[in-house]
């Protein structure tokens, strides 16, 4: 191969056919053959970058595809996220609803409406209802509180009244024993 400025010799061996084909072209055979390959090899050029252009709109589909999926995939559990906050604060209201229930039937207690809190009573029971819970955790929810807030209500009103009585009658005799005790 010879070097001739920015063109090299290339040496080939052609059929018959194509030689005479060559020798029949009225441009000088470098012109022609110089041609025939640019027309050969410029156009699968040309079709290797259509090809690539092709793929590359065939990836950007894809992404397009893919972000659109993401999009309503975030979407759809941000939806759930939302039904969560809306179970929260429904919850928070129901609790707060039973624990002014709660301060209302103690509150009733205190000014003598009730005379006491058991799980048996048609307020308690009716507080348990509404609020999809058992009477016996009412009752007890009704003595945390109470206790909770100082409420100046005896622990005997959240009993029986024969037990409330029987421990009435003890506290009175711990209270003499302890009197007559203070004296000797």
Do not use: C
């Amino acid at each position: 191969m010879v070097v001739v400025s920015d063109k090299s010799q290339v040496k080939v061996y052609l059929p018959d056919e194509l030689h005479q084909l060559l020798n029949a072209d009225s441009r000088s055979n470098s012109e022609a053959v110089e041609a025939a390959l640019w027309s050969e090899f410029g156009g699968r050029k040309k079709s290797a970058l259509e090809a690539k252009k092709e793929s590359k709109l065939d990836q950007a589909k894809a992404i397009k595809a893919s972000i659109e999926t993401d999009q309503e995939e975030y979407e759809r559990v941000m939806s759930e996220v939302d039904a969560i906050e809306s179970q929260i604060e429904s919850m928070k209201s129901d609790d707060e609803k039973y624990e002014e229930d709660l301060n209302e039937l103690l509150s009733e207690v205190e000014s003598g409406e009730l005379d006491r809190l058991l799980p048996v009573m048609t307020p308690v029971r009716k507080v348990a209802d509404e609020h999809a819970k058992d009477a016996e955790e009412v009752h007890q929810d009704l003595k945390r509180v109470a206790a909770e807030q100082d409420r100046r209500i005896f622990n005997t009103k959240f009993m029986k009244p024969r037990e409330a009585e029987q421990v009435n009658i003890m506290d009175k005799q711990l209270a003499a024993d302890a009197f007559s005790g203070d004296d000797e």
